[in-house]
């Protein structure tokens, strides 16, 4: 032992005790260090399978959290759509003095006529669309009134009837892509079911400027057309002459 180093040379029992008694100590705080080592050990795995519970619960959070963003981002832009489609009824805009230009087949021959507004053209507004098309009556589930379908080509270009400004051009309910012209004295023309739109909100149009073109649909490609007198829907028909 005493070459072992295990024994103090000549130190007699009393330095055996001792050292014995140091070792025994020692070795007790061995013991604990080992156990508290271990449990350490036990509790970073615990804490790791916990992290990484947390990280999938926060991925799944993350995930409906953007799908929550998704959505009321999505009530928000139909709630401004709506607004905007139903103020486009309320302006009191006048046309600004100006002389028109007309497309082929577009807009009175008498720029006198023009002159007098949009009331004046009762019997003789232009259609919407050149070329042969085939007019049916329509009214939309949630319109206030009656409407027409254009039944022509897909892709054929929508012109304004007459001149005006640009008082909605996006995308709403039953109506799909539509754009509203404001043409002075409370009069409004909705042009719906476009496949494309070729104008923005407040552009100044004149009779036969192109505002989009014609889309398709179940039945297919069908212009769909409403004349407005302030926010109440009128027949479009006699206005046309049909």
Do not use: C
């Not at 029992?13 to 013991?31: G, I, N, P």
């Not at 790791?48 to 409906?64: M, N, P, Y």
């Not at 929550?68 to 003095?97: N, Y």
Request: a neutral charge; proline letters at 5%.
């Amino acid at each position: 032992m005493a070459r072992a180093g295990l024994l103090p040379i000549g130190g007699g029992l009393d330095a055996f005790v001792d050292h014995a008694s140091r070792l025994e100590r020692l070795r007790q705080s061995l013991s604990r260090d080992l156990s508290r080592e271990e449990h350490v050990s036990e509790e970073r795995l615990a804490l790791s399978k916990r992290r990484a519970a947390l990280g999938d619960r926060r991925a799944v959070l993350e995930t409906e959290h953007a799908a929550l963003e998704r959505a009321h981002g999505a009530i928000l832009a139909a709630q401004e759509r709506e607004s905007a489609f139903r103020q486009a009824f309320l302006g009191s805009h006048e046309p600004t003095p100006h002389t028109a230009v007309y497309g082929s087949g577009f807009g009175p021959a008498d720029p006198y006529e023009a002159s007098q507004g949009f009331g004046a053209l009762k019997g003789r507004l232009p259609f919407p669309v050149e070329g042969r098309s085939e007019v049916r009556p329509t009214r939309l589930p949630t319109a206030e009134g009656p409407g027409l379908s254009f039944v022509t080509p897909l892709g054929s270009a929508v012109r304004a009837v007459y001149r005006g400004r640009v008082a909605f051009a996006d995308e709403y309910a039953e109506y799909g892509r539509a754009v509203i012209i404001d043409h002075g004295s409370g009069y409004y023309t909705v042009s719906g079911n476009l496949g494309s739109i070729d104008v923005q909100v407040g552009d100044e149009l004149a009779a036969g400027d192109k505002i989009g073109t014609v889309g398709g649909g179940a039945k297919g490609a069908a212009l769909y057309f409403e004349l407005r007198r302030g926010t109440m829907t009128v027949s479009p028909a006699p206005w046309f002459g049909i």
